[in-house]
């Protein structure tokens, strides 16, 4: 008998031929019975499918990748990033089992299954609502820092992520380059963090470190979403994070996010056993410089910044960031949300 599928809620349905591979994927694995197997859309998915599935061992998620994001500007991607972001969560769930999902199955199309967790709210959700948690920010920066510590300077993780070409494609590409494009007295200065970032082999990076792949559960930080996982600069990992909080700090005005940034910034530096914490923070700061511009300028942006005041006051602290770089821990502490 062939598999039979529906998709429900409001999100995408999704193709048949592929859904019928991954209905048979999760049979095999027998995380599904024979009967009726229903995807649910859940929400995100700006490069993946991601659906929730109830089998009969309880609730799961399946994550299936895109070959062309659903972003405004062209932007393709390898879908092996599936395959390596299953080995990121394995690598971390070995170093906390607190921290990821668990890994059920693979799937055809680099697609895999994961545990889902019921009651954890999205991190961005939380803080767009008002909920600014600085502990929970805190657990963040030392949760990313216990990977980081973890897999410095480790041949075998350098080997099983050797994820250069989709680092450049996703994040130094439209984060760096794109921006020095369009700004030429930036320029020279993103081009030597770009090329810094791309030469540095030192820890497993995640690579998407925002509040919107992060679950909070009562254990504390659950990290998802780890697509553009590579073998690089950890710095990247806790500026991606806290260029997040310091934007909306700008968009709701909330000296707390401020709060959150430094205190994420404070205990990922405390965690920071492999090479001598000044120098991590200082590359931190220059690339939370480059990232807190290319939110206002590159081909992702924040799509809740949409004042032109708002943009203005990231746009300005950041370009005088990229010319006159700060240690991570300084600019938090610099940070302005408003202008007189
Ligand atoms: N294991 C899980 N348990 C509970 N919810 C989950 C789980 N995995 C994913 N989700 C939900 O699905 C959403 C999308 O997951 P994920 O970030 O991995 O996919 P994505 O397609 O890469 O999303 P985006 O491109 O929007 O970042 C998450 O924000 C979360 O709400
Ligand atoms: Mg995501």
């Not at 502990?135 to 994820?163: C, K, L, M, Y």
């Not at 205990?267 to 931190?284: C, F, H, K, N, P």
Request: hydrophobic share 45%.
């Amino acid at each position: 008998m062939p598999p039979i599928w529906s998709a429900r809620g409001s999100g995408r349905s999704c193709d048949v031929t592929e859904a019928v591979d991954i209905v048979e994927g999760l049979r095999a694995a027998g995380l599904v019975g024979e009967g009726d197997v229903t995807l649910e859309p859940l929400t995100g998915g700006v490069s993946c499918d991601v659906w929730k599935v109830d089998g009969p061992a309880g609730p799961i998620v399946v994550k299936r990748p895109l070959p062309q994001l659903r972003v405004a500007a062209e932007w393709l991607a390898p879908v092996e990033r599936g395959t390596s972001e299953v080995r990121w969560l394995r690598r971390a769930r070995g170093v906390d089992n607190r921290i990821v999902p668990e890994v059920l199955a693979e799937l055809p199309g680099h697609a895999f299954a994961m545990r889902f967790l019921p009651g954890c709210p999205v991190w961005k959700d939380e803080l767009t609502a008002g909920r600014v948690d600085v502990d929970f920010a805190a657990a963040v920066g030392r949760s990313i820092a216990a990977i980081h510590a973890a897999t410095a300077n480790s041949e075998s993780d350098r080997q099983d992520f050797p994820n250069d070409a989709m680092f450049r494609a996703l994040r130094v590409d439209p984060f760096f380059l794109h921006v020095a494009q369009k700004e030429p007295a930036l320029a020279p200065a993103l081009y030597a963090l770009a090329d810094d970032l791309i030469a540095r082999k030192i820890a497993l990076v995640h690579g998407d470190v925002s509040p919107k792949n992060i679950l909070v559960s009562a254990d504390g930080p659950v990290f998802l979403d780890a697509e553009c996982a590579v073998f690089g600069d950890p710095a990247f990992d806790p500026a991606f994070c806290i260029t997040h909080l310091l934007l909306k700090a700008v968009w709701l005005n909330d000296d707390r996010l401020t709060q959150a940034a430094t205190a994420l910034v404070e205990t990922y530096r405390a965690g920071i056993s492999w090479e001598a914490a000044d120098e991590v923070m200082l590359r931190a700061g220059k690339l939370t410089a480059g990232l807190l511009l290319a939110r206002v300028e590159g081909k992702s942006p924040a799509p809740y910044l949409t004042d032109p005041e708002h943009k203005r006051i990231v746009r300005d602290q950041a370009s005088a960031l990229i010319l006159a770089p700060q240690p991570a821990d300084q600019l938090v502490a610099n940070w302005k949300r408003t202008y007189p």
